[in-house]
């Protein structure tokens, strides 16, 4: 006799009578048993058949770090310590302040994947809005468009550039030999990449109130300077909207000149305005030199020394 199942078998599975059947008139009888409800598979028996590889990479892409900043040597711990104190900053985690001095040139030669432009990244957003908080609470004279050209001043490669040197992060920052020897310690774009990678570590180790007091405290007076003194004006914006006023034409900046290494070039470049041509104005980049020429052309078109 056919055994019985078990009741949890029996409860999934029905058998039913038995079916009469033969295949050759030569054969004797035999008995078949038919079921009327196949019994699933368990759950438990699928799962045992796949691959154990695939369960395992499905694990890894969601628990894979993210990745750290690596392990301080003490000598650059004692550097690190000595510049928050210059500073006036606190740091719980120095490996995140190191971090926000790292050039991508260093990771580039070591093969290591981080860099400070991540934090560049968080802290030109956070720049930009303790900024804009400054200009709306302490002008509430000014309207929007004379707002935004303060703030564009303001948050400039060069008035950065500038802080940063204040701060002496030019000697704090870790550059490939390459990027050494063409003189990336004195350029502006990487001096204020560094000074936004700062204050994005900042946010992420200390928050937002800390960033916006230590921003708060340099760019006040930077703010104020150029309110009061049109210092660092954005000469392109003023030439285009007298060209506009007086010819309605735009001003046509042409590179007249250039000369010098890669790390040491220079840039000549004239402005067009109504047939007129003025200049060349002459900068380390082509957007340095086209605002020298737009400069000579503003105060030539505004009667202004």
């Known amino acids: 006799m056919r055994p019985k199942l078990p009741w949890r078998r029996r409860s999934a599975r029905i058998w039913v009578q038995t079916v009469w059947t033969h295949t050759n008139w030569s054969m004797p009888l035999r008995k078949k048993w038919v079921s009327l409800f196949p019994m699933k598979r368990p759950m438990s028996l699928k799962l045992s058949r796949m691959p154990t590889n695939s369960l395992n990479r499905s694990k890894s892409n969601h628990a894979e770090p993210a990745g750290s900043p690596p392990a301080l040597e003490p000598a650059r711990k004692k550097v690190l310590a000595a510049f928050l104190k210059t500073a006036g900053l606190r740091f719980k985690s120095l490996e995140l302040l190191n971090l926000s001095f790292m050039h991508r040139s260093i990771s580039n030669e070591t093969g290591c994947r981080l860099n400070n432009e991540r934090l560049e990244f968080l802290g030109d957003a956070i720049v930009g809005a303790v900024c804009a908080t400054l200009l709306y609470r302490n002008y509430p004279e000014k309207a929007e468009g004379e707002l935004a050209k303060i703030k564009s001043v303001a948050v400039s490669e060069g008035v950065l550039s ?119 104005g002459i900068g380390r980049n082509k957007k340095s030199a086209e605002q020298e020429a737009a400069r000579t052309a503003y105060q030539a078109l505004e009667g202004k020394d």
Not at 163 to 177: E, P, S
Not at 259 to 277: C, I, K, L, Q, T
């Open 162 to 280: 500038i802080i940063a040197r204040i701060l002496q992060i030019d000697t704090m920052l870790l550059l490939g030999k390459g990027e050494e020897l063409s003189g990336g310690r004195t350029k502006q774009a990487i001096l204020a990449d560094a000074l936004e990678a700062l204050v994005g570590a900042l946010y992420m180790d200390s928050g937002y109130d800390a960033a916006f007091a230590f921003v708060s405290r340099y760019l006040t007076p930077e703010i104020d300077r150029i309110t009061q003194q049109g210092y660092h004006r954005d000469y392109k914006s003023l030439l285009q909207e007298a060209c506009q006023r007086c010819f309605r034409v735009y001003p046509e900046y042409r590179l007249v000149k250039q000369s010098g290494p890669d790390h040491e070039r220079m840039y000549w470049v004239e402005v067009y305005v109504d047939g007129a041509v003025y200049g060349p």
